[in-house]
């Protein structure tokens, strides 16, 4: 019994309108160059997309009018599949996969450096999102949580005391000057004494 699994398809980037050229051997390591090409006389022209299908990544270049596949670039390591130029911001270097695992190298280029632009902002989402895989307890949904701790009960049992102490109020005796002016009648607020007997004030 066979089992359909449908993957998400999502397109990250479409270019209505992209040349293809032949790439000459690379005679420096630092990297490829347009001005090696003859950008005028391109092998092939139409559309490129992007598309983001499950876990992967593929760069696609179809006929624009009949959908037909031209190359087929699986974008598995960030930047190994795709090279920009050294001279120019509009023009990369492709390496695509045939029959048999067979690969071959081809210059591609757009017509508008805004388009070159947002071509790289979609392959650099996808070397960010490859690069920041999922956590570990994302991934494992069925591990049992911890149950959770129960509240403590704070409330007062019966017969049950508790004691508060105020800051500047603990253990305060009276000295015995103070005892003594209380005594005394002596005091901030004390009164006088009486005056004595037979003397009027």
Not at 16 to 29: A, G, I, L
Not at 137 to 163: I, V, W
């Amino acid at each position: 019994m066979d089992i359909l699994s449908d993957e998400i398809e999502s397109v990250l980037f479409v270019s209505r309108e992209v040349m293809v050229y032949q790439v000459p051997p690379r005679t420096s390591s630092s990297g490829y160059k347009a001005a090696d090409w003859n950008v005028e006389a391109f092998l092939w022209k139409g559309r490129l997309r992007v598309l983001e299908i499950g876990s992967r990544c593929e760069i696609r270049l179809e006929d624009s009018g009949t959908g037909e596949l031209f190359a087929q670039v699986n974008y598995t390591t960030p930047w190994s599949q795709v090279e920009p130029v050294l001279d120019s911001s509009r023009y990369f270097v492709l390496r695509v996969e045939g029959e048999g695992g067979k690969r071959a190298y081809i210059g591609m280029g757009f017509q508008e450096r805004g388009e070159a632009f947002d071509f790289q902002v979609a392959l650099q989402s996808v070397a960010k999102r490859s690069s920041n895989p999922t956590s570990s307890s994302d991934s494992n949904p069925s591990e049992p949580s911890k149950p959770a701790a129960p509240p403590k009960d704070y409330s007062l049992k019966e017969g049950q005391t508790f004691k508060i102490n105020i800051p500047g109020r603990e253990n305060k005796k009276s000295t015995p000057s103070s005892s003594s002016s209380s005594s005394t009648g002596g005091g901030l607020f004390s009164l006088p004494p009486p005056p004595p007997p037979g003397r009027k004030r």
